[in-house]
């Protein structure tokens, strides 16, 4: 499963495409924005709704000291309480991660996937043309288990290794929807409730026809 196209809301579309554009080195045509595979568009909404987005971009295993380097002199960097501010996921992650806040206290995330493999630009310093996609999308709900059926009914979207009822990654390691209870906070600051509302997202090699809609706002089709 790939995210193909993703349609981002935001109140303030200028400074969005602003930081995609200067922050992370990411190619711009009007409102849309090119992460590798996947384009994020813009929406321009009056008012933000409640809770932070996640996504997550996925860049090459090699590159992934480097890549924190880049980001570090380039966002804010998010950290758990004990101040850690890189984490390993074990199986079948078997990832290496850094978050770093985004537009309108988005939870973003630079995330190197070893399983995908692949080589990079090359040496050097890391550059935004090195990402390679939106990997992973927080969807909160009331009700876990309940779109956790959805998604394999509608979409025949497996759970990516172990779920609950209060998180649930569902797809692989090139797209990823991160089903989360709109009451967990986003790791790794524990601070942050989840939100969606207006999110839109197109799956490719998905066809069902028939979109899922979250009382959180967002949309899977």
């Known amino acids: 499963m790939r995210f193909t196209h993703i349609e981002l809301p935001s109140s303030d579309v200028d400074a969005c495409l602003a930081f995609f554009r200067d922050v992370l080195q990411l190619r711009i045509t009007g ?5 590798g595979w996947t384009d994020i568009e813009i929406i321009p909404i009056v008012r933000m709704g409640d809770g932070a987005v996640h996504l997550a971009f996925n860049v090459p295993y090699h590159r992934f000291a480097v890549a924190c380097e880049w980001i570090a002199q380039r966002a804010l960097i998010l950290r758990d ?18 978050y770093f806040a985004g537009p309108h206290e988005a939870v973003l995330e630079l995330i190197a996937r070893k399983p995908l493999g692949g080589e990079g630009v090359g040496g050097g310093p890391f550059h935004g043309r090195e990402i390679t996609c939106v990997s992973e999308v927080g969807l ?5 288990p309940a779109l956790v059926r959805d998604l394999v009914v509608r979409f025949g979207i497996s759970p990516f290794g172990e779920v609950s009822d209060v998180f649930a990654p569902m797809g692989g390691h090139e797209g990823l929807l991160i089903v989360v209870d709109q009451a967990r906070r986003w790791f790794p600051e524990h601070r942050q409730l989840p939100g969606g509302r207006g999110l839109r997202l197109c799956l490719g090699e998905v066809c069902s026809g028939r979109p899922v809609r979250g009382i959180a706002g967002w949309t899977v089709e």
Do not use: N, Y
């Open 140 to 144: 909160p709900t009331e009700d876990v």
């Open 31 to 35: 409102h849309v924005v090119h992460a």
């Open 81 to 98: 309480p004990l101040g850690e501010e890189q984490f390993h996921i074990g199986d079948p992650w078997d990832s290496e991660s850094v």
